[in-house]
């Protein structure tokens, strides 16, 4: 894929010098600070899934009595409370 990017001329010429002297070019080093910032931001996603799995199985389960069974009509309609914590 093909974009075009508005970065200032001093910048532009300051990064590929740089690149240049760490035997890169300004083109690979874009491309892996994009590819950097995309696994950052990829470990922070699984990490804010694995908290959430975490706080998910820190609540307690709450079961329904024996021979409990749904009714649209009836339960539907009641205001449901979930207690959180002790």
């Not at 690979?28 to 799995?53: G, S, T, W």
């Not at 009509?73 to 959180?84: A, S």
């Amino acid at each position: 894929m093909s974009i075009t990017l508005s970065i200032p001329p001093a910048i532009v010429q300051e990064v590929r010098e740089w690149a240049e002297a760490n035997g890169t070019s300004l083109n690979q080093y874009v491309r892996d600070c994009l590819e950097a910032k995309c696994a950052e931001i990829h470990d922070a996603q699984k990490r804010r899934a694995l908290e959430f799995k975490s706080f998910m199985e820190s609540l307690p389960v709450v079961r329904a009595p024996k021979g409990w069974k749904f009714d649209r009509e009836r339960d539907g309609h009641r205001e449901i409370k979930i207690r959180v914590g002790s």
